[in-house]
């Protein structure tokens, strides 16, 4: 019989299991009765709750209360902030199809190394004269850091405003709205353990938005509709519960698994590897054997990962950023992506390797062809 082996999720860019306290502080705020709008003494409890996690989500990202305006997640806020753009906007080739899609857009190419092309970027901008420019923090599929503090200087310099879709940021690097230089921020509380469904626009003081949702005046009048409280709740609660050394955790798994996968296969590439890039994150090619096949091969062996974006209906399409990147087919159509998180540990790191080599070493490469 098959040895039953525990399953390990590696997935945590896509979404992460909600941490036991996030869950406690949102069956607590499940049972307040009110509507935060409501001027009664339940209203004005939910209210309390709702301005408690609107000062903590700020305070983390070095924003006032008023500068935060909650959303369904990170798309309703990227989707809110190009909405607001009254003139053309540039984006880089890398983003999240959630920025790709929110608006037409002139994109910038991306460097073999993951990260935007200045160069590109600095002959769009005196080229066109964009009014809003949206480059990512770091990558969701690669990990690679964006050089944000200097798109913002090349983009103020011409007088436009800078949007930074932030989602894959908190909890695994500093970010900080002042330091950074962005005008608007755009994060998402389920990629470290809080619940989905529940986001948020970060403004830089004095930077304002126009409603994309009307009718109530929630959220400073600035987006329309009963606030998701427990979501909200859950979200500051995450930010509170999740430890300052975590990162460093992180960093020594992925470090250990890009040693041991490089150990086992010397056509092994890592993808952004020469760049500055989350701790949690591997985006790992093995040149001749098809992503899918190979999330499908760990995922018998009870491995989660993913592969390419793998963002929307479990559809797995070719990656446009390693595509933006310039990389060889062979690499574009190999690569899978691991990412850790708090639910990780270094057992984890084991289990994935016994099961990459294992696949590895029975699909040689160049022999096994992906689906048509
Ligand atoms: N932006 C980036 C970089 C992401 O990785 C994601 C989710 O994968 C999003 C935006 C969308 O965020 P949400 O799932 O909260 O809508």
Not at 61 to 68: G, I, Q, Y
Not at 145 to 163: F, M
Not at 267 to 289: F, H, K, Q, W, Y
Not at 332 to 347: L, W
Request: negative net charge; hydrophobic residues 45%; aromatic residues 4%.
């Amino acid at each position: 019989m098959r040895e039953r082996k525990f399953p390990v999720y590696l997935d945590h860019n896509a979404t992460s299991p909600m941490r036991p306290a996030v869950v406690a502080a949102m069956v607590e705020a499940f049972g307040l009765a009110g509507n935060p709008s409501s001027v009664h003494s339940f209203g004005r409890d939910a209210r309390n709750a709702l301005e408690r996690a609107r000062k903590i989500v700020g305070d983390s990202f070095s924003a006032t209360a008023d500068n935060v305006i909650f959303t369904s997640g990170g798309t309703e806020a990227n989707a809110m902030v190009l909405s607001n753009a009254d003139g053309l906007i540039l984006t880089s080739a890398i983003e999240h199809p959630s920025v790709l899609a929110a608006a037409d857009s002139i994109p910038i190419g991306a460097t073999s190394f993951g990260i935007i092309d200045l160069d590109a970027l600095t002959a769009a901008l005196r080229a066109h004269r964009p009014s809003l420019v949206s480059v990512m923090l770091a990558n969701n599929e690669t990990g690679a850091i964006q050089p944000i503090e200097q798109v913002a200087a090349l983009v103020h310099r011409t007088g436009a405003l800078l949007h930074v879709d932030a989602v894959q940021g908190p909890g695994k690097i500093e970010v900080d709205i002042c330091r950074l230089g962005a005008d608007f921020l755009s994060v998402s509380a389920h990629k470290i353990g809080g619940p989905r469904g529940v986001g948020a626009v970060i403004l830089r003081e004095g930077a304002d938005l126009s409603p994309m949702l009307r009718g109530g005046g929630q959220e400073r009048r600035r987006r329309a509709g009963t606030e998701n409280l427990a979501g909200i709740v859950g979200f500051a609660a995450v930010i509170e519960d999740w430890g300052t050394d975590e990162p460093k955790r992180l960093e020594k798994m992925r470090n250990a698994l890009e040693l041991g996968v490089k150990a086992v296969n010397a056509d092994a590439l890592i993808v952004a590897d020469a760049v500055e890039r989350l701790p949690n994150t591997s985006c790992i090619a093995l040149p001749g054997i098809a992503s899918e096949i190979q999330v499908i091969a760990l995922d018998l062996d009870g491995i989660a990962v993913s592969a390419g974006a793998a963002c929307s209906s479990g559809k797995v399409e070719k990656s446009h950023v390693l595509e933006a990147m310039g990389l060889d087919e062979a690499v574009c159509g190999s690569a899978i992506r691991v990412s850790f998180g708090h639910s990780n540990e270094d057992r984890d790191v084991e289990r994935f390797l016994s099961a990459w080599s294992a696949m590895a070493m029975r699909m040689c490469p160049g022999r096994i062809a992906g689906p048509p």
